[in-house]
């Protein structure tokens, strides 16, 4: 993905979108990606594959892990409960920033709340925080960190028995030492959903699913 797409797409944004408007922003985003230059948000595809397991999930306490535009943050907020708090987490600054005008710009400020910095330095704070635990935990941040960050989850007790993991791109570009941890821990309950790469129906990709059952 190039350099500067964020500043690229939010330019766009601010053009084209309706204000107020989750699922306007989201088709925009999508419409860009697919018309003129393609991100990595998690796309149309794995995004309702996102969308139904948050459904089906009902959460009230939400992690996200990589912010990047938004885009993924926005999806998941708008399937959320009233009363549920959301967390995303993203460590780049300058995607940070265009997440924010994004997300307000959509109107979903109340419902987001976005902490800028490392994951394993933010992990560790949300018990002080008043989180007890996340009941679904969407992982699209930095391949390498995937299973560091859901040993860390489990290791500072934020994990309850039934909480959702959901992992994007572990085909491509793949996580494999995660994918070996998560199907080979009695600790998980792990499903795979088969898709294709956002915005690339000729690369293959694919959600994992793992259910804490501790
Ligand atoms: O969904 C993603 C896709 C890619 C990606 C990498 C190389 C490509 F050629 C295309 C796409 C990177 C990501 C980095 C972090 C979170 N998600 C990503
Ligand atoms: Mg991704």
Not at 22 to 34: E, G, K
Not at 73 to 97: G, K, M, Y
Not at 150 to 176: M, Q, T, W
């Amino acid at each position: 993905t190039a350099e500067g797409f964020h500043l690229r797409l939010l330019e766009h944004v601010r053009k084209t979108v309706k204000p107020g408007d989750a699922s306007n922003m989201i088709a925009t985003i999508d419409n860009y990606c697919y018309t003129v230059e393609s991100g990595m948000n998690v796309g149309d595809v794995k995004g309702k594959i996102l969308d139904d397991i948050v459904l089906e999930t009902n959460p009230t306490t939400v992690l996200e892990l990589g912010t990047f535009c938004g885009y993924s943050a926005l999806r998941i907020a708008r399937n959320l409960p009233e009363n549920s708090r959301f967390f995303t987490v993203e460590f780049n600054p300058e995607h940070a920033a265009v997440a924010k005008e994004i997300i307000h710009t959509a109107g979903m400020d109340d419902k987001i709340q976005m902490l800028i910095g490392p994951s394993q330095e933010m992990i560790p704070q949300f018990k002080g925080m008043g989180v007890s635990h996340f009941d679904l935990v969407f992982v699209d941040h930095e391949k390498d960190l995937y299973k560091p960050d859901v040993i860390l989850l489990e290791k500072e007790g934020l994990l309850k028995k039934g909480s959702v993991i959901v992992a994007d791109n572990v085909v491509y570009p793949g996580s494999p030492d995660y994918i070996d941890y998560v199907r080979n821990n009695p600790k998980f309950k792990s499903t795979n959903y088969m898709s294709e790469l956002e915005y690339h129906k000729d690369v293959v990709d694919a959600i994992e699913k793992s259910i804490y059952i501790g």
